[in-house]
Nanobody
Framework: QVQLAESGGGLVQAGGSLRLSCVAS????????MGWFRQAPGKEREFVAA????????YYVDSVKGRFAISRDNAKNTVYLQMNSPKPEDTAVYYC????????????????????WGRGTQVTVSP
């Protein structure tokens, strides 16, 4: 089964930029839809973005549209989350997740299908 490891988190000023990376090992990377989730203290986990196997489909939660961009490099088994103009409310632990199946129907992949998870990386956005 696929194993995931995130990196790139840290402290960033509001309006700056940060790029998260997630490297997948084991499994066949292109067989998976990849996603990013986040969880802030005291809040439920939130589905942030997803990308299908070839990058042809993307999903974003409304609060990050126009600011965050998800991408993947299948040659490197890596998915990225480019965070532009982050806001303090984006502060959270960000998790990479994988869902077997290269794409999805409907507007967004079902969250329940994401069964493989990384350990998370902390992102803190200062005002």
């Amino acid at each position: 089964q696929v194993q995931l490891a995130e990196s790139g988190g840290g402290l960033v000023q509001a309006g700056g930029s940060l790029r998260l990376s997630c490297v997948a090992s084991e499994g066949t990377f292109i067989s998976y839809t990849m996603g990013w989730f986040r969880q802030a203290p005291g809040k439920e986990r939130e589905f942030v973005a997803a990308i299908n196997w070839n990058g042809g489909r993307e999903y974003y939660v409304d609060s990050v549209k126009g600011r965050f961009a998800i991408s993947r490099d299948n040659a490197k088994n890596t998915v990225y989350l480019q965070m532009n103009s982050p806001k303090p409310e984006d502060t959270a632990v960000y998790y990479c997740a994988a869902r077997y199946g290269g794409s999805w129907s409907g507007d967004a992949p079902a969250q329940s299908g994401f069964r493989y998870w990384g350990r998370g990386t902390q992102v803190t956005v200062s005002p």
